[in-house]
């Protein structure tokens, strides 16, 4: 399986301007810049788009890890916060933290935060990423 996302850019890095776009039209020619990544211009940037992707990748790892313990959850609300440091050499992301707020019926939290360690462990976009990922697994009661 491929999925496929582009991005053009026209302009120096401080003011020059983009869009990025995806194969399945979701984001079609969205704007993204200097500003809309180091700024508070309205936008979207490539690690908003980062944070998205893993908290959505994480969300369906934890549900199939539950599914094979069986269990499922009402509810997974994932939040990524990806974070990107200026280092020796340049930009660098150097960390995703994620926060999970979690309903599942019949778990208890032992086996929540096992079965969560285990979906961060095991997402294919925690795979790919190379930062330091974290994670706070809250389960309702």
Known sequence: ?????????S????????????????????AYG??????????TNPEE????AHAACFSMALSNILGEANVVADRLATKAVVTLEKLEGGFSITKV????????????????QELAAKAKAGCPVSKL???????????AD
């Open 129 to 139: 990423l190379k930062a330091e990922i974290t994670l706070d697994a809250r389960l």
């Open 11 to 30: 302009g120096t890095l401080r003011d020059g301007k983009g869009t990025i776009s995806t194969e399945s039209g979701v984001l079609k020619d969205n």
């Open 34 to 43: 200097f500003n809309t990544r180091f700024g508070d211009t309205p936008g």
């Open 49 to 52: 788009l980062i944070g998205a």
């Open 97 to 112: 933290h994620l926060t999970l707020d979690a309903a599942v019926p019949g778990l208890d939290d032992a086996r929540f």
């Open 1 to 9: 399986m491929q999925r496929s996302g582009s991005a053009v850019w």
